[in-house]
Nanobody, 121 residues
Framework: VQLQASGGGLVQAGGSLRLSCAAS????????MAWFRQAPGKEREFVAG???????YYADSVKGRFTISRDNAKTTVYLQMNRLKPEDTAVYYC????????????????WGQGTQVTVSS
């Protein structure tokens, strides 16, 4: 599967952005999808994930502010980010793996190219 992420940009603290990740392939519905992020000098970290059945998972740092969703008909996964903070600044990557969400980036076989999110204070 090929992934194409979009929707990043520059936003003030407290603002919102919606990231999109369009996937190719007819088996999108069988994949677990996730968003990771990586800030300069830091390791890639799990942000949110949605299983093939629609169960969602969030990192504690974004719980209550971010919402992940998937549209299987459009083979797209979204990350709605509200009440953004400067510490959310990072390159955001979407990723796919078989059925079940993992919080470990090394367990994902497919990655999008990343989209920059910058939150100014």
């Amino acid at each position: 599967v090929q992934l194409q992420a979009s929707g990043g940009g520059l936003v003030q603290a407290g603002g919102s952005l919606r990231l999109s990740c369009a996937a190719s392939g007819r088996t999108f519905g069988s994949y677990a999808m996730a968003w990771f992020r990586q800030a300069p000098g830091k390791e890639r970290e799990f942000v949110a994930g949605v299983s093939w059945s629609g169960t969602t998972y969030y990192a504690d740092s974004v719980k209550g502010r971010f919402t992940i969703s998937r549209d299987n008909a459009k083979t797209t996964v979204y990350l709605q980010m509200n009440r953004l903070k400067p510490e959310d600044t990072a390159v955001y990557y979407c990723a796919a793996r078989g059925m079940v969400v993992s919080t470990t980036h090394m367990e994902y076989a497919y990655w999008g190219q990343g989209t920059q999110v910058t939150v100014s204070s």
